[in-house]
């Protein structure tokens, strides 16, 4: 349930709770945009690209695009949480420190903030000076306006207490880790899954096994995401559609471009055709 929540061109932010969460509500996925996420009350872990970080209340997570992330949450225990999406070209992070703890570190890693109770504290009542902000009703440049000082504030503190960042509980030695790690290092190399357990020496139902276990996906849904994301990024950025499916490794365009049109809600084509426009928030929200 939304209690409340904020959608603009640059922000979408939203303050949830579930009595009775149900998991099933709450499946592996990723965002084009970055994300804020303030653990408020529950019982759980996100499993970030392999790696496991536990929950507790007052923890922050960072995911920037493309990370794909997956929660595991006690349904016994009602869940809250408040959740940012911002674009990684926005006000919010170009002149932050926010920018190097979202992209100087691996992908899973680095992703989780505990805070001190004095930090924990200040941030508290940010994200309640955001609460009032947007329930005032007024408009969307004056919440805007109220916004972006408040959000400034928030990651300059979240940045204060990096250095608290602990070690994900699966290291780089786990084997899902591992296998994450071989897909985003060779993404357009591999053509199917016996490459994976060519190289994992295991087969095909045992790494499936445990790796949507881990990241509720299997290995090949995985492997679509993450080329999907990333053909998309290059052809925003201006390459050819042709040229980007190639090199995110589709081998048949038609394939590409159901599995796209299906993802994203619009063709390569129109996507390229406008990638000078900005992106809205509301054409992709996922579960937190």
């Not at 087969?203 to 492997?223: A, C, M, Q, V």
Request: proline share 5%.
């Amino acid at each position: 349930m939304i209690i409340y929540s904020y959608n603009d061109d640059i922000f979408y932010i939203h303050h949830s709770l579930d009595k009775t969460p149900d998991p099933d509500n709450f499946p592996m996925h990723v965002h084009e945009k970055c994300e804020l996420f303030y653990f408020i009350s529950g019982k759980g872990s996100y499993n970030v690209e392999g790696n496991d970080y536990t929950l507790t209340p007052g923890s922050i997570m960072l995911m920037r695009g493309a990370e794909t992330h997956k929660l595991h949450i006690d349904p016994s225990l009602p869940y809250e949480r408040f959740v940012v999406h911002f674009s990684p070209d926005s006000i919010l992070i170009k002149n932050s420190p926010i920018r190097s703890m979202l992209y100087d570190r691996p992908l899973g890693y680095g992703n989780m903030i505990v805070c001190s109770s004095t930090s924990l504290e200040f941030i508290s009542s940010c994200f309640d000076r955001i609460r009032r902000a947007i329930t005032l009703g007024a408009s969307e440049q004056e919440i805007s306006a109220h916004l972006i000082p408040v959000l400034y504030e928030l990651t300059y503190s979240v940045n204060s207490t990096y250095h608290d960042v602990p070690t994900p509980q699966d290291g780089t030695e786990n084997l899902v880790g591992n296998i994450i790690s071989y897909i985003n290092n060779n993404l357009a190399e591999i053509k199917n899954m016996e490459f994976i357990e060519q190289n994992f020496y295991f087969s095909r139902s045992y790494l499936n096994k445990i790796f949507k276990s881990s990241t509720g996906s299997t290995i090949w849904e995985y492997i679509i995401v993450k080329r999907l994301m990333k053909a998309r990024s290059l052809i925003q950025s201006g390459k050819s559609v042709l040229a980007a499916s190639a090199e995110c490794g589709f081998s048949d365009y038609s394939s590409f471009y159901r599995q796209y049109k299906q993802k994203f809600g619009t063709s390569p084509a129109k996507d390229k055709a406008s990638s000078d426009k900005p992106y809205s928030m509301n054409k992709q929200v996922e579960n937190e």
